[in-house]
């Protein structure tokens, strides 16, 4: 079955102007009419995978994540700590129904594990 | 009781719970990806038990303050003194006051908006909708949803399914201990806005400036923080749905240091 990457996300400090950016350079379609506000990014294509830009603030730290679809939010969050991972969000259900917990691999970067509300185990 | 400016010499953490809110204020000023499990895992405690005692819910022991105080690298000194202050039964009011400040300090919630998402939780009409909440704040989504990361990330907010969200911050007494001076500043400008609206929902706001003996401070400090423990008790034996969100502000403290000996 696997664990695919299903989304990527931009963190930005100012994401309006990032989406403006990207809107221009690849014609990037956003759209942020959803529960969360959140800036949903449609590359127009079938192929690859869409995304969606996050707010940090002025002080944050931009970077990019990517997002792994997973069938037990919970158990991927404490095997990921077990194998010397941390837990940065614990798992939250979204408006949306989605599923999400944001952890820290052994590098230190932080990697959404996400399960749709459509995803039956 | 917002008693900011502090004439008392009391030593800034002569509580254990505010040593820990101020280490892990500090690690999170250091890291802004610091979370409360990070800082468990260092000092060796489940995580949940570490927010209860972070959030005045449970009481330390002598061997848990024992052991993270080692953790920390307190001296045993210090670690003895704790160990006592923990078993008094009564804290001052100054006292009380440098455990909300260190209490902002831990939370690094400086913003106003932090709490009251919290607290609209609570209501009945809550609508987990980051939209909906910046409406009703007059807060803008993009700051809405850092809170959120923030709260959440910070184990004071449980999105636990799609429609229901949890304020998992304190009973009502911390909930009352929870707001920072900028926090305060900004609320002032919310009220100008919401106290007085025409239809609007009951409001009281009002100051004075007033010369008193120290002894009478004293007494008016009392009498504040009795009301005080009522407004808790209240809030806490409050039953039935909420429909309102309300900022209690409650502030007596000198505003003339006059301790100076400078002629």
């Given at each position: 079955m696997g664990q695919p990457v299903m989304q990527w996300q931009i963190l930005a400090r100012d994401p309006d102007k990032l989406t403006a950016f990207y809107g221009k350079l690849f014609g990037w379609r956003v759209n942020a009419d959803n529960p969360m506000g959140y800036r949903m990014v449609d590359t127009g294509s079938e192929r690859g995978i869409n995304g969606g830009v996050w707010p940090i603030g002025s002080e944050g730290h931009p970077l990019v994540q990517l997002f792994v679809e997973v069938t037990d939010v919970a158990a991927c969050v404490a095997q990921a700590e077990q194998l010397g991972g941390q837990v940065l969000i614990p798992p939250q259900v979204l408006p949306d129904g989605d599923e999400l917990a944001i952890v820290l691999d052994t590098e230190g970067l932080s990697l959404g594990l996400m399960k749709p509300r459509s995803v039956t185990v | 009781m917002k008693a900011h400016v502090l004439t008392d010499a009391a030593p800034p953490s002569d509580r254990f719970r505010r040593v820990l809110q101020e280490e892990l204020a500090r690690r999170c000023a250091r890291n802004p990806r610091y979370s409360l499990r990070a800082f468990a895992r260092y000092l060796s405690i489940d995580h949940s038990t570490l927010s209860q005692l972070l959030r005045g819910r449970r009481r330390f022991t002598s061997r848990t303050i024992e052991r993270v105080g080692k953790r920390l690298s307190l001296s045993p000194d210090m670690i003895t003194q704790f160990v006592d202050r923990e078993r008094e039964p009564t804290e001052s009011w100054t006292s009380r006051e440098l455990r909300q400040l260190s209490r902002d300090a831990a939370l690094s919630l400086a913003e106003w908006h932090h709490h009251a998402i919290l607290e609209l939780t609570?209501?009945?009409?809550?609508?987990?909708?980051v939209r909906w909440i910046s409406r009703v704040l007059d807060v803008p989504v993009d700051d809405v949803n850092m809170a959120i990361t923030r709260l959440a990330r910070l184990g004071l907010?449980?999105?636990?399914?799609r429609t229901t969200w949890v304020d998992a911050a304190g009973n009502a007494e911390a909930r009352i201990d929870t707001l920072s001076v900028r926090a305060i500043s900004a609320l002032a400008g919310r009220a100008r806005t919401?106290?007085?609206?025409?239809?609007?929902?009951p409001a009281h706001y009002s100051a004075t400036t007033v010369a008193v003996k120290t002894t009478t401070g004293r007494r008016i400090a009392e009498r504040v923080e009795q009301f005080r423990r009522e407004i808790a008790e209240l809030l806490e034996r409050e039953g039935g749905d909420r429909d309102q969100v309300y900022c209690l502000e409650l502030a007596f403290f000198p505003v003339a240091d006059l301790t100076t000996t400078e002629s």
């Amino acid at each position: 079955m696997g664990q695919p990457v299903m989304q990527w996300q931009i963190l930005a400090r100012d994401p309006d102007k990032l989406t403006a950016f990207y809107g221009k350079l690849f014609g990037w379609r956003v759209n942020a009419d959803n529960p969360m506000g959140y800036r949903m990014v449609d590359t127009g294509s079938e192929r690859g995978i869409n995304g969606g830009v996050w707010p940090i603030g002025s002080e944050g730290h931009p970077l990019v994540q990517l997002f792994v679809e997973v069938t037990d939010v919970a158990a991927c969050v404490a095997q990921a700590e077990q194998l010397g991972g941390q837990v940065l969000i614990p798992p939250q259900v979204l408006p949306d129904g989605d599923e999400l917990a944001i952890v820290l691999d052994t590098e230190g970067l932080s990697l959404g594990l996400m399960k749709p509300r459509s995803v039956t185990v | 009781m917002k008693a900011h400016v502090l004439t008392d010499a009391a030593p800034p953490s002569d509580r254990f719970r505010r040593v820990l809110q101020e280490e892990l204020a500090r690690r999170c000023a250091r890291n802004p990806r610091y979370s409360l499990r990070a800082f468990a895992r260092y000092l060796s405690i489940d995580h949940s038990t570490l927010s209860q005692l972070l959030r005045g819910r449970r009481r330390f022991t002598s061997r848990t303050i024992e052991r993270v105080g080692k953790r920390l690298s307190l001296s045993p000194d210090m670690i003895t003194q704790f160990v006592d202050r923990e078993r008094e039964p009564t804290e001052s009011w100054t006292s009380r006051e440098l455990r909300q400040l260190s209490r902002d300090a831990a939370l690094s919630l400086a913003e106003w908006h932090h709490h009251a998402i919290l607290e609209l939780t609570r209501l009945a009409s809550f609508k987990p909708d980051v939209r909906w909440i910046s409406r009703v704040l007059d807060v803008p989504v993009d700051d809405v949803n850092m809170a959120i990361t923030r709260l959440a990330r910070l184990g004071l907010l449980d999105m636990r399914s799609r429609t229901t969200w949890v304020d998992a911050a304190g009973n009502a007494e911390a909930r009352i201990d929870t707001l920072s001076v900028r926090a305060i500043s900004a609320l002032a400008g919310r009220a100008r806005t919401l106290v007085g609206m025409q239809g609007g929902p009951p409001a009281h706001y009002s100051a004075t400036t007033v010369a008193v003996k120290t002894t009478t401070g004293r007494r008016i400090a009392e009498r504040v923080e009795q009301f005080r423990r009522e407004i808790a008790e209240l809030l806490e034996r409050e039953g039935g749905d909420r429909d309102q969100v309300y900022c209690l502000e409650l502030a007596f403290f000198p505003v003339a240091d006059l301790t100076t000996t400078e002629s």
